[in-house]
């Protein structure tokens, strides 16, 4: 399994901005496909944004496409979510997970690997 550490997360205002970052181990970055999910307090947890190994392939909740963008650079073993144009409901916690299988999933099950999360709060 691959270590993962987020960070970033914090209170705005909503129409703000926050970038999430997820420092994975070293020397591991191209062997997963790696994703963004969050939970919500008395919510399942759902997935926010996907990207392959490549970083060419991403793939999105339709709730966050043109607001959210998920990025990776894997000489700094790292993925980010950039998020703007932030709305109250996307107050929760946003965990960064990886997923060493063949295809790009949206499902939590498949993957291996999984942060302990950062709180995201979003203000009305």
């Known amino acids: 399994q691959v270590q993962l550490v987020e960070s970033g997360g914090g209170l705005v205002q909503a129409g703000g901005s926050l970038r999430l970052s997820c420092a994975a181990s070293k020397g591991t970055a191209t062997a997963y496909h790696m994703g963004w999910f969050r939970q919500a307090p008395g919510k399942e947890r759902e997935f926010v944004a996907a990207?392959?190994?490549?970083?060419?392939?991403?793939y999105y909740q339709d709730s966050v496409k043109g607001r959210f963008t998920i990025s990776r650079d894997n000489a700094m073993n790292t993925v980010y979510l950039q998020m703007d144009n932030l709305k109250p409901e996307d107050t929760a916690v946003y965990y960064c997970a990886a997923d060493s299988g063949l295809l790009l999933s949206t499902r939590p099950s498949l993957y291996d690997s999984w942060g302990r999360g950062t709180q995201v709060t979003v203000s009305s």
């Open positions: 990207i392959d190994r490549s970083g060419r392939n991403t």
